[in-house]
């Protein structure tokens, strides 16, 4: 079956632009994560969502990061004024009633 | 100090040796214990899954979890080529929220 899928696979964009990020779960899947992958770094916890309830937000590192889930599926992550220190690979992943399956990522570069 | 260490290599094998892999933690509220591979611009995919200590197998694959030490490992027998990659350890405290290591970037050589 289809899974995680994210789009575009690549954002090259200039500082201080907003840039969005879409991810599309696994059908079915109840709760949607992002993570943001530094280089030569782990994953880093973002957001993470869970059917209707209030999403949890601890790990966005700053107020220009939001992200919304329309519908219980696709979920959206925007940057706002995007700064060079927020160029990383940010994956979604979903979970149905197991564990969390990744998508391939969105490379964003900010010049 | 992170809550989980994990040694970046790089780590480099002839084809057929073992590899090991292992991370560290200083949470004990963590309860699952994963291994994730992570081949070159592409999205973490699910290799090992653990709760309790002990060992887990699955085909050339062997998860260690010992939480009176605080300690995970990962075995790889009889390596291929195709094993390259860079492996993840992560854990869960029953939230649902991973934390994970840094990665270790494996090379298998044929």
């Known amino acids: 079956g289809a899974g995680v899928s994210q789009s575009p696979s690549n954002k090259v964009t200039e500082k201080g632009k907003d840039v969005e990020l879409r991810c599309d779960p696994i059908s079915g899947h109840t709760a949607l994560y992002w993570y943001r992958q530094s280089l030569g770094q782990g994953l880093e916890f973002l957001i993470y969502?869970?059917?209707?309830?209030?999403?949890?937000k601890s790990g966005l590192p700053s107020d220009r990061f939001s992200a919304e889930r329309t519908g219980g599926s696709v979920s959206t992550l925007t940057i706002q004024r995007t700064q060079q220190e927020d160029s990383a690979v940010y994956l979604c992943?979903?979970?149905?009633?197991?564990?969390?399956?990744f998508g391939p990522g969105t490379r964003l570069t900010v010049l | 100090q992170k809550e989980v260490e994990q040694d970046p290599g790089p780590l480099s094998v002839p084809e057929g040796a073992i590899v090991s892999l292992n991370c560290t933690y200083s949470n004990s509220a963590f309860q699952y214990f994963m291994w994730y591979r992570q081949y070159s611009r592409k999205g973490p995919e699910l290799l090992m899954y653990t709760y309790s200590s002990g060992n887990k197998e699955d085909g050339r694959f062997t998860a260690q979890v010992d939480k009176s030490s605080k300690y995970i490992s990962l075995f790889i027998r009889d390596s291929q080529p195709s094993d390259s990659a860079t492996y993840l350890c992560?854990?869960?405290?029953?939230?649902?929220?991973?934390?994970f290591g840094a990665g270790t970037t494996v090379t298998v050589r044929a």
């Open positions: 969502f869970q059917g209707n309830s209030a999403p949890d």
């Open positions: 992560a854990m869960d405290r029953n939230d649902y929220k991973l934390s």
């Open positions: 992943a979903s979970r149905g009633t197991g564990t969390q399956y």
